[in-house]
């Protein structure tokens, strides 16, 4: 199975408040899992990747929590911002074979941050 | 350093026609993977060419089709375009050089089959 499960499809928090967002996966051949940040009219944007072998990741206001026996991950942003308004989505990669790494993404988040 | 560009941004297309979408990636990146974005669906892998040769390929049918240049560029090619091949088509580029890459998305092309 190649399934990234993501959760909730829609968020809403107050300023300064922290967002979280949980993904699920299948495939315990997966290596890599990365979060992507989108703006309506926007590619996503890499916002922070975590690898199997750590537990945690932070940059800035944003974590990576990473529970491999669950087969679990989220997402933390710390005092949540009006600006962090927008569509995240987690993923998840693996070697198809040759060294090419298909991302599959969750079906995304909506947060809204509310003043 | 100058990121994944897209052309066109945006495209109308009748059913039954074809289309081609180009991508520029990032000065040094050898990798681009194409993805299609709908509401419905999410993002969905399309294929990933490294090196002029593709590498690897999604569940899509044959009229999906790419190719990539020597200098990395890549085009993505839609025949017989359907209704349901109305999307956001993103590029990604890496470098894609058997190690985990991270891949940075281009601004997509919004396709509409009319």
């Known amino acids: 199975q190649q399934q990234v499960k993501q959760s909730p499809q829609s968020l809403i928090v107050q300023k300064g408040g922290i967002s979280i967002i949980n993904c699920a996966y299948e495939?315990?051949?997966?290596?890599?899992f990365p979060w992507y940040q989108q703006f309506p009219g926007k590619g996503p944007a890499l916002l922070i990747a975590?690898?199997?072998?750590?537990s945690e990741k932070k940059e800035g206001r944003f974590t990576i929590s990473f529970n491999k026996s669950a087969k679990q991950f989220s997402l933390h942003i710390m005092d949540s911002q009006p600006g962090d308004s927008a569509t995240y989505f987690c993923?998840?990669?693996?070697?198809?074979?040759?060294?090419?790494?298909?991302?599959?993404f969750g079906k995304g988040t909506k947060l809204s941050v509310i003043p | 350093k100058a990121g994944v560009t897209q052309t066109p941004r945006y495209l109308i297309k009748t059913r039954g026609q074809q289309v081609t979408l180009s991508c520029s990636p990032i000065?040094?990146?050898?990798?681009v993977s194409w993805y299609q974005q709908t509401p419905g669906q999410g993002l969905q892998f399309l294929f990933e060419?490294?090196?002029?040769?593709?590498?690897n390929k999604g569940n899509f049918p044959g009229r999906f089709s790419g190719r990539q240049f020597s200098n990395s560029r890549s085009e993505m090619n839609v025949s017989t375009l359907e209704l349901g091949d109305s999307a956001l088509y993103l590029c990604?580029?890496?470098f894609g050089a058997g190690i985990i890459g991270e891949q940075y998305f281009g601004p997509g092309t919004r396709l509409t089959v009319t």
């Open positions: 990604a580029s890496s």
């Open positions: 993923a998840a990669s693996i070697d198809s074979g040759a060294g090419s790494y298909q991302l599959t």
């Open positions: 495939n315990t051949a997966f290596d890599y």
């Open positions: 060419y490294f090196s002029e040769t593709q590498r």
């Open positions: 000065s040094g990146h050898r990798s």
């Open positions: 975590i690898r199997p072998d750590v």
